[in-house]
């Protein structure tokens, strides 16, 4: 099953911004704006955070956005808090016939 | 509010089958497609197929064609995977979810499906 590639983990202290980025082809990604982001704890099931590319659900923090640029999209968050600690997983719309959905790798986040 | 809440954890038997329940609460079922996506322990997300609840036309990945039925029951508002031919590859957490436009709003809480071996 195509993925999209996301690195593997991103660290940062309170406070600072980081950003995560999701690669795909123009068959996802960088074809269609339907890119989301999900954030999981540990034992939890998945939470939405961005939608469509750089909409926010009502309840997140705007300490939460995102972005694209061709193929690669992007989750920043700014104000790190140790709440933010957990897995984030990109997600996106492909036009793969055998599909309807592709996910990312995951990234796992670490507040230092 | 909505709310998905799926069936309890499952211990299968090689070559086994299991059948996962969601249901669905605080909004009108069949407005919303639901899709189901597993995780392997430690793994991605994994994407396996999904139901326009509505009209009941369903499509699969490609992966686990021919092994994957996903159903509802609009009188009980609940919707199902099926997964059959388990082997040890399919012990993962399985999630419904259920999409609004290209994206999932709310997740079950998830079902551990495990091997006996």
């Known amino acids: 099953q195509s993925a999209l590639t996301q690195p593997a983990s991103v660290s940062g202290s309170p406070g600072q911004s980081i950003a995560i980025s999701c690669t795909g082809t123009?068959?996802?990604?960088?074809?269609?704006?339907?890119v989301s982001w999900y954030q999981q704890h540990p034992g939890k099931a998945p939470k939405l955070m961005i939608y469509?590319?750089?909409s926010r659900p009502s309840g997140v923090s705007n300490r939460f956005s995102g972005s694209k640029s061709g193929n690669t999209a992007s989750l920043t968050i700014s104000g790190l808090q140790a709440e933010d600690e957990a897995d984030y997983y990109c997600?996106?719309?492909?036009?793969?016939?055998?599909?309807?959905?592709?996910f990312g790798g995951g990234t796992k986040l670490t507040v230092l | 509010q909505v709310q998905l809440v799926q069936s309890g954890a499952e211990v299968k038997k090689p070559g086994a089958s299991v059948k996962v329940s969601c249901k669905a609460s605080?909004?009108?079922?069949?407005?919303?497609?639901i899709h189901w996506v597993r995780q392997a322990p430690g793994q991605r997300l994994e994407w396996m197929g999904w139901?326009?609840?509505?009209?009941?036309?369903?499509k699969y990945s490609q992966k686990f064609q021919g092994r994957v039925t996903i159903a509802r029951d609009t009188s009980a508002n609940t919707a199902y995977v099926e997964l059959s031919g388990l082997t040890f590859e399919d012990t993962a957490v399985y999630y419904c979810?259920?999409?609004?436009?290209?994206?999932?709003?709310?997740w079950g809480q998830g079902t551990l499906v495990t091997d006996s071996s």
């Open positions: 979810a259920r999409r609004l436009v290209r994206h999932f709003d709310y």
């Open positions: 605080g909004y009108t079922f069949t407005n919303n497609a």
């Open positions: 139901i326009n609840v509505g009209n009941g036309n369903t």
């Open positions: 123009s068959s996802d990604v960088g074809g269609y704006n339907y």
């Open positions: 469509e590319v750089s």
């Open positions: 997600s996106s719309y492909t036009n793969d016939i055998t599909l309807d959905v592709v």
